[in-house]
């Protein structure tokens, strides 16, 4: 392991899926952790084992060792906190998961942000400080602490995957964004991140807004982009 600071928490992610291990370690790294990563049972294993981390991200179906196998492996050697995140949502799973040590469980699809709030809680973090400023264009205005958006002052009742795509496309304004990147960013990982839901999300988006749905523009071949208005 590259030396670290030990002021900063340090988390194993073990997680086989590439896309949904990509997500979690850029949201973690994001969030200031320093993160390892493991793409099998086995792997995550050892390296639980043999170097000092403050809390474990654990998928259960993985290849070489399965992750219930992982944790009767660490039963009793390891004091390390463990968040189980898996697709598996029975019962018998999560329970499985608990009498094997795990102190959470979060099923996918997830959330990052939900899956960073679960971190700081086992760590007993404070939470990172909430966006208090505002995003606003035409008669249309995001609130990014409440997560809410109003539209010539109602509101304009956006779900939350629909905030999520609105959110990241005018933080970037006069950029083409490709389908990809506003799946992988406003889109929960493990969910249904396809090109035809991106384009029903920003359907959807557009005829809310109303005329200021017209900032959204398609960029053919790519995805989208949003125009903002010119400064006064």
């Keep these: 392991m590259s030396s670290r600071d030990r002021s900063t928490p340090a988390i194993l ?18 969030a200031g952790f320093d993160v390892e990563l493991a793409h099998d049972g086995r792997r995550g294993a050892e390296l639980a084992l043999a170097r000092p981390f403050d809390l ?39 329970l499985q998961a608990f009498a094997g040590g795990a102190v959470d469980y979060l ?18 973090l404070p939470d990172a400080a909430a966006p208090t400023r505002r995003l606003a264009f035409d008669d249309a205005v995001l ?44 889109l929960p990982a493990g969910g249904d991140r396809s090109e035809r839901t991106v384009d029903s999300h920003v359907a959807r988006i557009r005829r809310k807004l109303g005329l200021a749905g017209a900032r959204i523009a398609t960029v053919w071949g790519i995805g989208y982009r949003f ?4 400064p006064p």
């Design 227 to 230: 125009d903002a208005p010119e």
């Design 107 to 124: 099923p996918k699809p997830f959330w990052i942000e939900e899956l960073l709030a679960r971190v700081r809680a086992r760590l007993r």
């Design 143 to 186: 609130d990014l602490d409440a997560r809410t958006v109003t539209l010539a002052g109602e509101p304009l009742g956006l779900t939350a995957h629909e905030f999520n795509v609105l959110l990241y496309l005018v933080e970037r304004p006069a950029r083409a964004i490709t389908r990809r990147q506003l799946a992988e960013a406003a």
């Design 56 to 94: 474990v991200i654990l998928d259960l179906m993985l290849p070489e060792l399965g992750g219930f196998e992982v944790l009767e492996l660490w039963r009793g050697r390891l004091s390390t906190p463990v968040i189980v995140l898996s697709a598996r949502t029975e019962l018998d799973a999560r």
């Design 13 to 30: 992610v073990v997680e086989d899926d590439p896309a949904i291990a990509a997500g979690v370690v850029r949201g973690l790294k994001g």
